[in-house]
């Protein structure tokens, strides 16, 4: 298989189907499945920016070997998916009970990787009867409200989310075609960002399979879309989500980097005590991508989530 621009991507299992899921009468969710065909249904949340292919090597085989049948679906302007304004991030779980209804999905487990972190949350928190627990990898916190988090990059979109919202349709049309005209340098500017990053995160870069991903995922989600939904991401982050993390009650495993530098441990611990009974996990040495490298664990404990009805927990007293 080879990408937008004839790079050979042969090092990464490949979906196993992809296609379309009709979430409202007039628009799609795009979506990759990978795994186990017939194993337990597990939605994977691509992060800010990404698209349906923005699942780890790891995370692909793990599902194959451990009978998880993992499915990556776009948001809004990512990919194949409609270009769509939700006015808050709670919104996406409503087109995810669509999702489920039209891949059969009874009960299913959800992962999220950083901005797609919040998009989990919000289906844990409104959906307790189809959930049966989340996993979270380095997610984003809130930056508004009762709950938010300081500091950090992600912060900032408190202060700039009206002007987004404002400039998002030109911004999007401008930057796509900026980063389509730099497709071809695809290389050069992958090994110049992972030069950026912390060690941690250019272990992840190094790791077997990680760079043909990225490079099919961002050349595949740009062709199609562009990057409306990773913009979106950035308004809706600087809002408040539409439900509160207090009210969560089915399982919560998160996994965060004690060097991230995107989104600080502070948010992620931030996090653990707002959720009941949290299960934290800190990736010493990691960061902000520590769960491409944690990801055969996450898959792990995706299928113990299926072993055993879900325990009901009362949210903790605000």
């Known amino acids: ?18 296609g379309t899921v009709r979430v409202a ?15 337990d249904p597990c939605f994977w949340f691509h992060g800010t920016p990404g698209a349906r292919r923005q699942v780890a ?21 990512s990919g194949v998916s409609t270009r769509h304004r939700y006015d808050r991030v709670r919104d996406f779980a409503d087109d995810i009970v669509h999702a489920a209804d039209s891949l059969g999905f ?69 930057l796509r075609r900026l980063l389509l005209a730099a497709q071809p340098f695809q290389d050069q500017a992958y090994n110049a960002f992972r030069g950026l990053m912390p060690e941690g995160d250019q272990r992840v870069f190094d790791a ?3 760079r043909e991903m990225f490079l099919d995922d961002m050349g595949n989600g740009l062709r199609e879309g562009g990057i409306g939904a990773a913009l979106r991401d950035l308004v809706l982050f600087g809002r ?12 919560v495993h998160w996994w965060h980097g004690d060097e991230d530098t995107i989104v600080p441990l502070a948010h992620g611990e931030h996090m653990a005590t707002l959720i009941p009974h949290a299960e934290f996990v800190v990736k010493e ?16 404990v995706v299928a113990s989530l299926f072993e055993a009805p879900p325990e009901r927990k009362a949210p903790r007293p605000r």
């Open 208 to 210: 077997d399979g990680v």
């Open 25 to 39: 009468p007039d628009r799609v969710l795009g979506f990759a499945e990978f795994g186990d065909p017939n194993g």
């Open 106 to 174: 009874d009960r299913f487990a959800a992962v999220g990787l950083s901005g797609g972190g919040p998009y989990t949350l919000a289906c844990a928190a409104t959906l307790p009867d189809r959930i049966v627990g989340v996993g979270i990898l380095g997610g984003v916190a809130p930056s508004v409200g009762h709950e938010a988090a300081e500091g950090g990059p992600v912060a900032l979109t408190k202060h700039v989310s009206r002007l987004l919202d404002t400039v998002e349709a030109p911004l999007h049309w401008g």
């Open 57 to 77: 090597p790891l995370a692909r085989q793990a599902a194959a070997e451990r009978g998880v049948r993992l499915v990556c679906i776009e948001r809004p302007g």
């Open 240 to 251: 408040d989500w539409g439900f509160q993390a207090g009210d969560i009650s089915v399982p």
């Open 285 to 300: 040495g990691d960061s902000h991508l520590s769960g491409y490298a944690a990801a055969d664990d996450v898959i792990q």
């Open 1 to 18: 298989m080879a990408d937008l621009f004839g790079n050979d991507t042969n090092e990464v299992d490949l979906p196993l189907i992809e």
